[in-house]
């Protein structure tokens, strides 16, 4: 297998989040150590206030943690409680910002470091049983020593701790209402999708992992077996994410009945939308999705600043909603809002099969034979950066389309539309491949092309197989990153496709050629979803 190819930008992306992660922890005395102080004794609710205390987690495992209680809190009234597991490499005081916002309008909140990071004990175990075990351990020490009602439990989280939430949905029947933010639902459709490793994303986790935590064997040779590409170990790794994947426990997260919001953004390099909308829709219990511009956590990131925030002003209301039992109306809103990367307004949708209804096809018609090994210039930015940018700034990765050299890319163009085309939901490509090696890997690109010939990034998609025999042609259906993008009058799409990205490993060995054909029985093509004009 061939090795990834070194980025400076990974680097440079790694190490300035991370810092940011350990400057705040350092800002009081933090580091990371498995010695914990005993808990905190209670204080009376009419006297409380943010607390540290030490939590006692699966086995014993120290958790540290902070609790804020409503500061009108009344001797012998209970109160609706939120826990908040911390995201990967973050310290405690993550959520303090919302904590507080959270306890004013009359929340018990608890905030816990997870196991394996920072000053908790333990080892990370990404989301493991034992992680899991933790959620239910804090939800036993709240009950006990605040003033939380034991049948107005919430849980909620950004990144880890949203996947901590809703696998801990899924084991504790005390959960009555969930807030998963820029998590996952499916591991390795996250980060292995179109069986191809996510490097950027990989190896930013565990770098962060490394710098902040205490990385359990299983995860260390977890990660070295997958960015090292080996084959050998593919079965196991599969396992290993599967058990760590909400979506494989989504029979008991429906059969527990937690009402589920689940929120992301739109360009998630760690979490791509895709599979937080297929596992919402085999949700059956009260349910909620939100997906915005940027990406990973950068829609909530303002928020965690106490700055004005969409998601979490979603959060509260959520959690109002379904802990509180106001009558706040966002039951009776559309359950599946959606925020343009364009037009920065919100659109409403009864479920996700209604996003994008109408679907227009891009003829892959001829034969177009491209080399590999070599990144032609189109490809999918740097993970945190670009699509920060595109939410920010409104500048998406951007390639020009009729430079591109046409030795190592196939591009196919649509005609010139007259009229805007709003692009909502998932770009599917259908076509027919032929590789003169058994292994290979495509990166799929569709671009809104302006009259200058300049490519601007609406969404990709990695595609890597094995085990095929030279010189034979082959199916390949290939689902591109959600996303909501209006393409102006005047333009085209393009689909581009190359062999190299910065993103993602590539298999292609050294010399190979790939081949698009588009037989008369079975036309090749791209379907653009698009919403009703």
Do not use: C
């Not at 179109?194 to 064997?217: D, E, I, N, S, W």
């Not at 599967?242 to 527990?256: E, F, G, M, Q």
């Amino acid at each position: 297998m061939r090795a990834p190819h070194p980025h400076r930008a990974l680097r440079t992306t790694a190490v300035g989040t991370v810092s940011a992660s350990l400057v705040a922890g350092a800002a009081l005395g933090l580091a990371p150590t498995a010695q914990a102080a005993p808990a905190a004794a209670p204080r009376a609710a009419s006297a409380a206030d943010v607390r540290f205390v030490d939590i006692p987690g699966d086995g014993g495992t120290v958790l540290k943690a902070n609790v804020f209680t409503p500061k009108d809190a009344k001797a012998g009234a209970r109160y609706p409680s939120i826990v908040l597991p911390t995201s990967w490499a973050m310290p405690q005081i993550e959520y303090v910002a919302q904590a507080q916002k959270l306890a004013d309008s009359g929340y018990v909140v608890v905030s816990y470091n997870s196991r394996g990071f920072w000053q908790s004990g333990g080892e990370i175990e990404t989301a493991g049983p034992k992680d899991i075990a933790d959620a239910s351990k804090v939800i036993d020490w709240t009950l006990a020593h605040t003033p939380a009602d034991p049948s107005k439990v919430g849980m909620a989280g950004v990144s880890y701790g949203a996947g901590i939430s809703l696998l801990a949905a899924g084991h504790d029947k005390r959960i009555k209402a969930v807030a998963a933010l820029s998590g996952w639902a499916d591991l390795i459709d996250s980060i292995y999708s179109g069986r191809t490793q996510h490097v950027q994303a990989a190896a930013l986790l565990g770098g962060a992992g490394a710098l902040t935590g205490r990385p359990g064997p299983e995860l260390q040779q977890t990660l070295k077996d997958f960015l090292g590409s080996n084959l050998d170990k593919e079965a196991e790794m599969i396992a290993w994410g599967a058990k760590r994947s909400p979506v494989t426990h989504l029979d008991r997260i429906n059969d527990n009945g937690a009402a589920i919001m689940l929120g992301n953004a739109w360009g998630d390099t760690l979490f791509p939308p895709n599979q937080y909308a297929e596992f919402y829709e085999r949700l059956t219990g009260p349910k909620r999705l939100e997906f915005r511009p940027g990406d990973h956590a950068t829609a909530e990131a303002t928020g965690l600043l106490g700055l004005p925030n969409d998601t979490w002003t979603s959060t509260r209301r959520w959690f109002d909603r379904y802990l509180k039992g106001e009558d706040n109306g966002i039951d009776k809103e559309q359950p599946v809002q959606l925020k343009s990367r364009s037009t920065g307004g919100y659109e409403g949708y009864p479920d996700w099969k209604s996003v994008g209804p109408t679907r227009k096809k891009i003829a892959m018609a001829g034969t177009t034979t491209i080399r590999t090994n070599v990144d032609s210039g189109a490809n999918g930015g740097i993970a945190i950066l670009s699509n920060a940018l595109d939410q920010f700034l409104k500048i998406p990765p951007t390639a020009s389309v009729p430079l591109l050299p046409r030795r190592y890319t196939g591009v196919w163009q649509s005609e010139k539309y007259a009229t805007p085309q709003r692009v909502r939901g998932t770009t599917k490509l259908h076509t027919t491949l032929t590789s003169t090696k058994e292994s290979g890997t495509l990166v799929a690109y569709l671009y809104d092309v302006g009259p200058l010939g300049l490519g601007k990034l609406v969404s990709n998609a990695p595609y890597t197989f094995h085990g095929k025999t030279p010189g034979k042609p082959f199916g390949v259906d290939l689902e591109l990153f959600s996303t909501a993008y209006d393409v102006p009058a005047g333009h085209k799409l393009a689909l581009v496709v190359d062999t190299v990205d910065p993103l993602y490993i590539e298999h292609n060995p050294s010399g190979a050629q790939l081949t698009f054909s588009s037989p008369e029985a079975d036309p090749s093509y791209v379907s653009v979803p698009l919403r009703e004009q």
